[in-house]
T-cell receptor, first 114, second 110 residues
Framework: EPEVTQTPSHQVTQMGQEVILRCVPISNHLYFYWYRQILGQKVEFLVSFYNNEISEKSEIFDDQFSVERPDGSNFTLKIRSTKLEDSAMYFC????????????FGDGTRLSIL | DAKTTQPNSMESNEEEPVHLPCNHSTISGTDYIHWYRQLPSQGPEYVIHGLTSNVNNRMASLAIAEDRKSSTLILHRATLRDAAVYYCILRTDSWGKLQFGAGTQVVVTP
């Protein structure tokens, strides 16, 4: 069964550094999402992306965050200047073109900011 | 999206059925009821979804009340691998975000 893959599985970064989290969605999917989960808390929506533009973003997704689909297969989340509070699991998800199809999630990247 | 209410935790014995309730009294006519689960150290995983009629798939069954104000996810024979947090989510926008609550932690005892 096709799956969403995320790399790296664990990223350790110094505060203030830029970090790029990478995702390869399922190949025929058209809708892409990033979520995050701070340790012990709920899964929170960050941003959705369709047709090469952001469809919706949460208030967490401020100017420090950006997303990109640089080619036909990758979907990236960039955090420009990381803060301690950015430490979390980051999940990428994708879904197909038909109404109410499920979102398929990757296993996440654990981001640790020192 | 409308809010859902789930118990914090439920315990089940292995190979017994598990019934996970979800209340969504403010559901609107176009809201789909989605269930996801999250196993330890993994991303959320789709389980099942429905609108009005009961639904079955290889993972579970979804029973929807006639007034749609509540639903129940049924795991027919719990295994140790079913130990996870189960989320009941109402979805208005067909391609929109999922809004996760705290979910129900299911513990399966051998």
């Amino acid at each position: 069964e096709p799956e969403v893959t995320q790399t790296p599985s664990h990223q350790v970064t110094q505060m203030g550094q830029e970090v790029i989290l990478r995702c390869v969605p399922i190949s025929n999917h058209l809708y892409f999402y990033w979520y995050r989960q701070i340790l012990g808390q709920k899964v929170e929506f960050l941003v959705s992306f369709y047709n090469n533009e952001i469809s919706e973003k949460s208030e967490i997704f401020d100017d420090q965050f950006s997303v990109e689909r640089p080619d036909g297969s990758n979907f990236t989340l960039k955090i420009r200047s990381t803060k301690l509070e950015d430490s979390a699991m980051y999940f990428c998800a994708s879904s197909g073109q038909y109404s109410n199809q499920p979102q398929h999630f990757g296993d996440g990247t654990r981001l640790s900011i020192l | 999206d409308a809010k859902t209410t789930q118990p914090n935790s439920m315990e089940s014995n292995e190979e017994e059925p598990v019934h996970l309730p979800c209340n969504h009294s403010t559901i609107s006519g176009t809201d789909y009821i989605h269930w996801y689960r999250q196993l330890p150290s993994q991303g959320p995983e789709y389980v099942i979804h429905g609108l009005t009629s009961n639904v079955n798939n290889r993972m579970a069954s979804l029973a929807i009340a006639e007034d749609r104000k509540s639903s129940t996810l049924i795991l027919h024979r719990a295994t140790l691998r079913d130990a996870a947090v189960y989320y009941c989510i109402l979805r208005t926008d067909s391609w929109g975000k999922l809004q996760f609550g705290a979910g129900t932690q299911v513990v399966v005892t051998p």
